[in-house]
């Protein structure tokens, strides 16, 4: 509940109300936590997916093994392997998605008001 209320804080942060969330049946035990915050949770059937989560976690995954595909090692320490994910999922949230919530902002920009430096990144 700590993590989520993270979450749900930095979106309040830019301004936008939660008030549903779509979670897998191991969410369940957090419902009353998220009833008293004003949030409805809507899971899943037991051993069913939210599609568009999946969705997101088999294109992450494609992006990681395409790059880890192409060093040259056999073995990869766990850390290369934390920045090779946290690197993926940095480039996927900087550009805009086709079906997003906004026509001209990214993900990140959404989230945290903060842009990609061209000259930077």
Not at 83 to 91: A, G, M, R, S
Request: charged share 25%; net charge positive; glycine share 4%.
């Amino acid at each position: 509940m700590t993590s989520l209320k993270q979450i749900i804080d930095a979106y309040s942060a830019r301004g936008f109300t939660i008030r549903h969330i779509l979670a897998d049946m191991q969410f369940e035990c957090l419902r009353k936590g998220l009833e008293c915050e004003g949030i409805m949770l809507n899971t899943t059937a037991q051993d069913k997916h939210v599609p568009e989560v999946e969705r997101y976690i088999c294109t992450k995954k494609e992006r990681a093994c395409a790059k880890i595909n192409t060093l040259p090692f056999e073995k990869y320490p766990q850390c290369l392997i934390v920045e090779i994910i946290y690197n993926t999922v940095f480039w996927l949230n900087c550009f805009l998605h086709k079906d997003g919530m906004h026509s001209t902002l990214s993900p990140r920009t959404i989230v945290t008001g903060t842009t990609i430096n061209y000259d930077k990144h």
